[in-house]
Structure formats: structure tokens, C-alpha cells
């Protein structure tokens, strides 16, 4: 049991342990209770292949196996894609060349598991070869989640579709997306000045629009979107649809995404005008109608007066 003792004293090197050198039970316990798999190996066939010597309890449970199923047995049997995985090269320089290395994140796959490990690979004055890892699938996935999370936020935030802005305390604005501030009529100069703040947009009558924002903030952290009006730079005036939401432990910070309804207006403006003529041009024909048949009448009155058969047959 040796080997335990060199393992426990490469990866914990503290002159405090040196007294439980002679304990073998010790080490053994320790080995068994660390949260990191650990593997040890003895070469064979001069280091072409690698037979477990011993494999702790995490290991065990990271790879699902039971530690008798796997004592002596060859890695390269025990786990299938360990040359594809890349492990085994590691192994066989650590072994000839004493020197430790780090096999950084990867993913191993064979019929059986797979996931993401971690190692750490070294060898001992006894010869052996000792992988210390740590299974970072967990990790590994919530990194690839948030990757791609932050992989759409950035499409939308590079996008023209919608105006979005990072502000602080006060409602100074302290980033903001170029839709923001074609929108606003500001520049990246403001931001950097810190020159753009919710007060300095907002018109008087819609002041009080900001504090009710604020409080909505704080007791639900996201403020409903509503219709105002932004001031722009040149003193026009912007419809915008703004919404807002606060981070999570930080209510004086957060982001704000704006749409501007200028186009909708506009739109709802045309339309309306366009219903307007065709309602004056309705009435006109309507009017129109009425007085031909006002005088078709009278023709026909003023025929009967003479004695005469009416030119326009019956009308209602």
C-alpha cells in the first residue's frame, strides 16, 4: 500500500500529514472518501497498455462500475474509447517521462457512458501512474446552456429589431445596443460620459411614469411594458413600447428593451386617413345617388303634369 501513502502526499503536499506516513488504514480511508476519481495504473507491454491497480469509491460511482469488475483488468478493456478519448497518450509520456500533466476537459464516449472528465495525471516513485479526475459533465452542460443563451441574447442585442440598454443607479444609461441609440438620437461618446439617464429622456408629463416603474422593479423585479415617449437628442419626440426588468440582488441595476412604434403610428395614422376618404367618398356617393333620383322624380312629375307617360320607371 505504499503507493497510497506517495498519492495521498503528491496530491495533499502538506509537512502537517507527514505524521500518518505510517499508517496504511489512514491513507486507505482517504482515498476511498475524496470526491475526485482516482485511478491508479501499472504499466504493461513497456507501457502500451495500462492495468488498474486500484480505483477508489468516486471513480467507481463517476463510471459506474464496481471496483472488483475492474482491479487488474486493462484500461483499454475496462474503457473502450480511452485511446480515442485521448487518456491513454497521456498515460503512456506521464510514464516515460515522469513528468505530470494536465488533460484538460474532454468528452468520453463508449457504448457504455459517457460525459466530460477532467485530469490530472502523474507517477509515483513506485512506478505507477496515478489519473486523479473529476467528472464536469454538470458543468460542461451548464456552460453549453449558457453559451448559447448568451449566443441569442447577442444576436438579438446586435440586432435592429429592438432597442436594448443596461442602466444603474439614478437610470443612468451604461450600455446600450446601437438600436438604442439610433432611436434616441445618442452616441457611444454619451454612453461613455455617462450622459443618457431615464430623466433626461422622459418629457415632464410622463415623469411620473418612472417612479411607478421603479416600484413595480422592486416588489416583482420586471416592470409591465407601456407606451411613453422618449425626447431625442435634437428634441423630437419618439412613441416607444418599453419594458424593463431589475437583476436579481441589484434592484438599482438592470435592462431596458424599447421598441419604437413610429412606424406602427404612422401606419395606424395612414390607415386612418385612408378609411376617413373612403367614408367622405361613400358619403359623396350616397348624396349623389339620392339626387339623381330626386330629379328622375321630378321628371316624371313634371311629365304627368303634361299629360304624359313617365320616362323613368318605378322607384323606390
Known amino acids: 500500500m505504499s503507493f497510497l501513502k506517495e498519492l495521498f502526499l503528491k496530491i495533499y503536499p502538506d509537512s502537517e500529514i507527514?505524521?500518518?506516513?505510517?499508517?496504511?488504514?489512514?491513507?486507505?480511508g482517504l482515498f476511498n472518501v475524496m470526491s475526485s476519481g482516482v485511478a491508479i495504473y501499472e504499466p504493461v507491454n513497456r507501457g502500451s497498455d495500462f492495468v488498474f491497480k486500484d480505483f477508489n469509491d468516486a471513480g467507481c460511482r463517476i463510471e459506474k462500475v464496481r471496483r472488483e469488475d475492474v482491479i487488474g483488468r486493462r484500461v483499454t478493456d475496462v474503457f473502450p474509447g480511452v485511446e480515442k478519448f485521448g487518456l491513454l497518450d497521456v498515460l503512456r509520456r506521464v510514464w516515460k517521462t515522469g513528468q505530470a500533466e494536465v488533460f484538460p476537459v474532454k468528452e468520453y464516449k463508449d457504448e457504455r457512458i459517457s460525459g466530460w472528465?477532467?485530469?490530472?495525471?502523474?507517477?509515483?516513485?513506485?512506478?505507477e501512474v496515478v489519473a486523479?479526475?473529476?467528472?464536469?459533465?454538470d458543468r460542461k452542460c451548464t456552460e453549453e446552456i449558457l453559451e448559447r443563451s448568451t449566443h441569442r441574447f447577442r444576436r438579438i442585442y446586435d440586432s435592429k429589431m429592438i432597442g436594448i440598454a443596461f442602466w444603474k443607479e439614478g437610470g443612468i444609461i451604461t450600455d446600450a445596443n446601437d438600436a438604442f441609440l439610433k432611436m434616441t438620437g445618442r452616441t457611444r461618446e454619451d454612453l461613455r460620459q455617462d450622459l443618457i439617464s431615464w430623466s433626461?429622456?422622459?418629457p415632464e408629463e410622463a415623469a411620473h411614469l418612472d417612479p411607478e416603474s421603479i416600484k413595480q422593479m422592486k416588489e416583482t423585479g420586471v416592470c409591465e411594458p407601456f407606451e411613453?415617449?422618449?425626447?431625442?437628442?435634437d428634441g423630437t419626440r419618439v412613441?416607444?413600447?418599453?419594458?424593463?426588468?431589475?437583476?436579481?440582488?441589484?434592484?438599482?441595476?438592470?435592462?431596458?428593451?424599447?421598441?419604437?412604434?413610429s412606424t406602427r403610428r404612422r401606419v395606424?395614422?395612414?390607415?386612418?386617413?385612408?378609411?376617413?376618404?373612403?367614408e367622405r367618398l361613400n358619403t359623396f356617393m350616397v348624396d349623389r345617388e339620392h339626387r339623381i333620383l330626386e330629379m328622375k322624380q321630378e321628371v316624371n312629375k313634371l311629365l304627368a303634369e303634361l299629360g304624359r307617360p313617365p320616362k323613368y320607371g318605378t322607384m323606390l
Open 268 to 278: 395606424s395614422a395612414e390607415l386612418k386617413e385612408r378609411i376617413e376618404e373612403i
Open 132 to 137: 486523479v479526475y473529476d467528472d464536469v459533465t
Open 18 to 28: 507527514k505524521e500518518l506516513r505510517s499508517s496504511t488504514a489512514i491513507f486507505k
Open 200 to 202: 433626461e429622456m422622459t
Open 239 to 261: 412613441p416607444i413600447l418599453i419594458g424593463a426588468a431589475s437583476f436579481k440582488d441589484e434592484e438599482e441595476c438592470g435592462v431596458t428593451y424599447v421598441i419604437d412604434l
Open 117 to 127: 472528465r477532467e485530469n490530472h495525471v502523474f507517477k509515483l516513485p513506485t512506478g
Open 228 to 233: 411613453r415617449e422618449y425626447i431625442r437628442r
